[in-house]
């Protein structure tokens, strides 16, 4: 008999554990899945849920706002999922917060998530529709990681062939690292761009010290730039040489002038210069007078001659003669003393 009431309530104690432990689980399944919590009720209408299911999550900035209750369509291509929200969270969501379907994770489960909403919007009531914004699912990155992959995979074949020409000495790297002439004349280059850069260097110190000297005060560059007086007395210097050479075209422009009328003069007959060149009569008395000029000069030679060895005008030569040898010698002496 004692052996049955302990056996009873060994029963008893492990019924009472059953049903402690079947309270709390539900009790812990309620709340994880806020059964017993006041909520309201939403709904969103998507195009394709991606898998989504009832119970699943909503999440609102990463911080769980309650779940997804039901999922029903409406018609082809239109999914009304229902939410409940929790009332607590109520006060931070506005009427235009948008709705998309997400991942818990890369590969997780699949959520509601809300964002955005303004604070001038009133907040988000009972039986309120959400709008659905639409983002990329897990096909589409996978496609975009697909599309990728074939490019990675191409530019991992032509950097291959690449560095097989690179190794091969093909073309101008490959012949730079495998051909030692290519490297030599590269080097003799870039030796010779050093001496001209230390040759630039070089003339640049010396333009340097140029002008250095050019700004010494008292050197006439220095002057030119800095002294106004002077340079106000080089543009004055210009201005009179411009005067000059525009009377001197002046000049040759007369003269140039004069030289016309007087081409034109000696073509007109009815000039004396004209009637000299163009008159053939007139030259030919000139030719006659100037004939008998020398005839009768010949003949005044001849007189004067015979004039010297006269007896009576003989002396008076004489004396003549003598003083101009005596003018000549006083001349000489005057000069050697000069000398």
């Known amino acids: 008999m004692e052996t049955g009431k302990k056996r009873a309530v060994v029963v008893g104690i492990f019924i009472v554990l059953g049903l ?34 009832v119970g699943r999550n909503i ?9 997804v209750r039901k999922i029903s369509f409406i018609r082809a291509n239109e999914i009304l999922v229902s939410m409940n929200i929790d009332q607590d969270a109520q006060q931070f969501l506005h009427k235009n917060v948008d709705a998309k379907i997400s991942s818990d994770g890369l590969m997780g489960n699949k959520i509601v998530l809300l964002t955005g909403g303004s604070p001038d919007v009133p907040y988000l009531e009972d039986g309120d529709q959400l709008h659905v914004s639409t983002g990329l699912s897990t096909d589409d990155i996978m496609a975009t990681l697909q599309v990728n992959n074939k490019s990675l995979v191409e530019i991992t074949s032509n950097l291959k062939v690449i560095t097989k020409g690179l190794v091969d000495g093909k ?10 002439t290519v490297y030599n004349n590269l080097n003799a280059t870039m030796a010779g761009l050093n001496v001209a850069v230390a040759n630039t260097r070089r003339l640049t110190g010396a333009l340097s010290a140029y002008t250095a000297k050019l700004q010494t005060k008292g050197v006439l560059s220095n002057d030119l730039i800095t002294d106004t007086v002077l340079f106000g ?10 005067v000059v050479a525009d009377n001197a075209n002046k000049t040759v422009l007369e003269l140039q002038q004069a030289s016309a009328g007087l081409r034109a003069n000696l073509g007109n007959t009815n000039t004396p210069a004209g009637l000299l060149l163009q008159d053939t009569m007139a030259a030919d008395a ?26 009576f005008l003989r002396g008076f030569f004489r004396k003549q003669a003598k003083q101009e040898r005596k003018a000549q010698k006083e001349k000489e002496k005057q000069e050697k003393k000069a000398q």
Do not use: C, P, W
Request: proline share 0%.
């Open 233 to 242: 007395r080089l543009r004055a210097a210009v201005t009179e040489m411009n």
């Open 171 to 180: 073309g101008t790297l490959g012949k730079l690292l495998a051909e030692d």
């Open 59 to 67: 999440l609102y900035s990463g911080v769980k706002i309650g779940t």
């Open 20 to 53: 402690v432990i079947a309270v709390t689980a539900v009790m812990m399944l309620g709340k994880q899945q806020k059964l017993f919590s006041k909520s309201i009720q939403v709904s969103a209408v998507f195009n394709d849920v991606n898998g989504l299911a």
């Open 286 to 311: 000139l030719r006659a007078t100037i004939f008998n000029l020398e005839a009768s000069t010949g003949k005044l030679d001849t007189n004067m001659i015979a004039v010297r060895h006269n007896f």
